[in-house]
């Protein structure tokens, strides 16, 4: 079972630009689908981005939609989310989420079709 490690959250001004990190242990990313969610104050959690197994399906939020991209580096075992153009309404904590997938090629962007979630990543952003 792999376990996951967000890293490269912080505190940017409105139009800045980040790259999220999750470090995967106990597994490799070929085996998986995983995700990008996020969860505001007050708010549930939701959907950013999600790929699957294969890396060659990608599906977005319509809020990040042209400003957010997901990939993954294999050679690094890394999926990363980079978010460009952040605004104020981006300010929540980041998670990283992982499905084992052998089978199915399927891109999930359900939070209840994954199992595996790392400790989540602070993203704030100043107007």
Do not use: H
């Not at 007050?42 to 957010?68: C, H, L, M, P, T």
């Amino acid at each position: 079972q792999v376990q996951l490690e967000e890293s490269g959250g912080g505190l940017v001004q409105a139009g800045d630009s980040l790259r999220l990190s999750c470090a995967a242990t106990g597994g490799t990313f070929n085996n998986y689908a995983m995700g990008w969610f996020r969860q505001a104050p007050g708010k549930e959690r939701e959907f950013v981005a999600a790929i699957n197994r294969a890396g060659d399906s990608i599906q977005y939020a319509d809020s990040v939609k042209g400003r957010f991209a997901i990939s993954i580096n294999n050679a690094k075992n890394t999926p990363y989310l980079q978010m460009n153009s952040l605004n104020s309404e981006d300010t929540a904590v980041y998670y990283c989420a992982a499905r084992l997938s052998l089978g199915a090629n399927t891109v999930f962007t359900s939070r209840y079709r994954y199992p595996t979630w790392g400790q989540g990543t602070q993203v704030s952003v100043s107007s």
